[in-house]
């Protein structure tokens, strides 16, 4: 990827480059600020409602696993990569319908996922947060990786069938209004 001048000429703006040619580019991009670029392109289209319905899964497909391949190993590198995949699915399964066969677009799937990634119940975190000003900086930014990771829940919880893992999400969209 170049910068400089040339980036506003067709073959380095990748918004016009087609999705055959940012598959086989990203298949060598190690860079991250190479894969943000292809995830922020692919995304846009995934969103664009001028666009067919399946050409914005096969967007939003290349999108989700360029935005995982930037994940970092400790919390908070993984923290805004999460929140982009759990944003992204919800918007999906909102706008496109669930897919269950595509555990991407399963709003089961991502309720688990969502689970996985949380280090507090809700009861945990809202003791916590009630003197957060208080706290060590790494717990004040564990509570705000949290407020991050359940800021779709609003737009997920409607599609959850009644059980446990809807039992166990619900209290969170309470609980992260009073997160930092």
Request: charge should be negative; include cysteine.
């Amino acid at each position: 990827m170049s910068t400089g001048t040339d980036q506003k000429e067709p073959q380095h703006d990748l918004s016009t480059w087609p999705i055959e040619r940012l598959q086989a580019f990203t298949a060598d991009a190690h860079d991250c600020s190479q894969l943000e670029s292809v995830r922020v392109v692919a995304q846009q289209h995934a969103y664009d409602s001028n666009q067919p319905r399946d050409a914005r899964r096969h967007w939003a497909e290349l999108s989700l696993p360029v935005n995982r391949r930037m994940r970092g190993t400790g919390a908070e590198g993984s923290a805004r990569e999460l929140q982009q995949d759990f944003m992204l699915r919800t918007w999906m399964i909102d706008h496109l319908g669930p897919a269950n066969e595509n555990s991407d677009w399963s709003p089961e799937a991502l309720a688990a996922d969502t689970l996985a990634a949380l280090a507090f119940s809700p009861s945990e975190a809202a003791a916590l947060a009630s003197n957060w000003r208080e706290l060590p900086l790494e717990q004040i930014r564990a509570l705000r990786r949290h407020k991050n990771l359940t800021a779709h829940l609003e737009g997920l919880i409607g599609y959850l069938q009644p059980g446990p893992t809807r039992d166990r999400l619900l209290p969170w969209i309470e609980t992260r209004q009073l997160l930092p």
